[in-house]
């Protein structure tokens, strides 16, 4: 996630590798994952704003007062959601793009299944010398077939980086643009999905998640007309990413999805909304829901396919 790259300290960043060692704790099994790296990784972040959610993620609430409603299901059942596809595509890619990476770990815990893939983690530089410097005090080492490449989306373009990188005749890729898109503006976006279009072969495929366009708006308040009506924990989400300085500057509108696809010469293999997730990770054999899901996100998985 290449936010606050000027300081290299990403708030959200640290966020999310935190609930995903909160998840990797748990007792309750559909809130559970395995990204025992973040577990790891977490115990590094002494910032304050990670030493503040430490403090309210301690136990089996999965509410606080520093996240908001509905964020750490939703970033659990991304998690997942991500994972499944990984596991299951697994050796059908020769290069995996992990674009704003954060501090994903894939590359290492899926080292055995993905190890004749080459990856390639693009994000920042000085997240990602920040990451790399992390990796190193805990003594983890990045797997041989993971490339960090460093990229600055507001002064470097991907086709650039691309170009060195060239695709042999039915090589296949993957792309993950995970809680990357909504911190980029909209040019920024379209010269990113333009450079993978490009690049991309028959049968490459692409995972992103965004938010919806109609929550960028400000609001003062919960009006009549008010963007958050209906919503479950967005306006303490928008709230809180503009206070830490990393707002969302790009949304899509729900029924613009496929069309956008279209667009880069993708086509949608799934769509999975908040309920959707919630269906599919969060309720029980009587049809119970047993977590409530933010309901500012979407999860997109499509294929490339050339005319």
């Given at each position: 996630?290449?936010?606050?790259?000027?300081?290299?300290?990403?708030?959200?960043?640290?966020?999310?590798?935190?609930?995903?060692?909160?998840?990797?704790?748990?007792?309750?099994?559909?809130l559970k994952s395995d990204d025992y790296v973040?577990?790891?990784?977490?115990?590094?972040?002494?910032?304050?704003?990670?030493?503040?959610?430490?403090?309210?993620?301690?136990?089996?609430?999965?509410?606080?007062?520093?996240?908001?409603?509905?964020?750490?299901?939703?970033?659990?059942?991304?998690?997942?959601?991500?994972?499944?596809?990984?596991?299951?595509t697994a050796g059908r890619f020769s290069k995996?793009?992990?674009?704003?990476?954060?501090?994903?770990?894939?590359?290492?815990?899926?080292?055995?299944?993905?190890?004749?893939?080459?990856?390639?983690?693009?994000?920042?530089?000085?997240?990602?010398?920040?990451?790399?410097?992390?990796?190193?005090?805990?003594?983890?080492?990045?797997?041989?077939?993971?490339?960090?490449?460093?990229?600055?989306?507001?002064?470097?373009?991907?086709?650039?980086?691309?170009?060195?990188?060239?695709?042999?005749?039915?090589?296949?890729?993957?792309?993950?643009?995970?809680?990357?898109?909504?911190?980029?503006?909209?040019?920024?976006?379209?010269?990113?999905?333009?450079?993978?279009?490009?690049?991309?072969?028959?049968?490459?495929?692409?995972?992103?998640?965004?938010?919806?366009?109609?929550?960028?708006?400000?609001?003062?308040?919960?009006?009549?007309?008010?963007?958050?009506?209906?919503?479950?924990?967005?306006?303490?989400?928008?709230?809180?990413?503009?206070?830490?300085?990393?707002?969302?500057?790009?949304?899509?509108?729900?029924?613009?999805?496929?069309?956008?696809?279209?667009?880069?010469?993708?086509?949608?293999?799934?769509?999975?909304?908040?309920?959707?997730?919630?269906?599919?990770?969060?309720?029980?054999?009587?049809?119970?829901?047993?977590?409530?899901?933010?309901?500012?996100?979407?999860?997109?998985?499509?294929?490339?396919?050339?005319?």
């Amino acid at each position: 996630m290449p936010k606050k790259a000027k300081s290299g300290f990403s708030a959200t960043a640290e966020l999310t590798c935190l609930l995903r060692a909160k998840s990797y704790g748990e007792k309750r099994l559909h809130l559970k994952s395995d990204d025992y790296v973040a577990v790891i990784l977490s115990q590094t972040f002494h910032s304050l704003f990670s030493m503040v959610q430490k403090t309210f993620l301690l136990g089996d609430d999965v509410f606080n007062l520093a996240t908001p409603a509905g964020i750490y299901p939703y970033i659990v059942a991304r998690t997942l959601y991500i994972d499944d596809i990984f596991k299951k595509t697994a050796g059908r890619f020769s290069k995996i793009f992990i674009l704003g990476a954060g501090y994903d770990s894939r590359a290492i815990r899926f080292y055995h299944a993905l190890q004749h893939s080459h990856i390639f983690e693009i994000d920042h530089p000085t997240m990602q010398q920040h990451k790399i410097e992390k990796l190193n005090e805990v003594h983890i080492s990045p797997p041989s077939n993971l490339t960090f490449l460093p990229i600055d989306f507001n002064q470097q373009n991907l086709t650039d980086t691309l170009a060195t990188l060239p695709l042999q005749s039915g090589e296949k890729c993957l792309f993950l643009l995970e809680g990357l898109l909504m911190y980029l503006d909209p040019a920024q976006v379209k010269t990113l999905l333009s450079s993978i279009s490009h690049y991309s072969s028959d049968g490459s495929q692409i995972i992103f998640d965004f938010v919806y366009d109609h929550l960028l708006v400000d609001d003062g308040g919960l009006t009549d007309n008010s963007p958050f009506n209906g919503e479950y924990g967005v306006k303490e989400s928008v709230e809180g990413v503009r206070s830490i300085g990393e707002a969302w500057t790009f949304g899509i509108a729900a029924n613009d999805i496929e069309a956008l696809l279209q667009q880069y010469g993708f086509t949608l293999l799934d769509k999975a909304d908040a309920h959707e997730l919630e269906k599919r990770f969060f309720t029980d054999k009587q049809g119970k829901c047993l977590e409530r899901m933010n309901t500012a996100s979407c999860l997109v998985y499509a294929n490339r396919e050339k005319s």
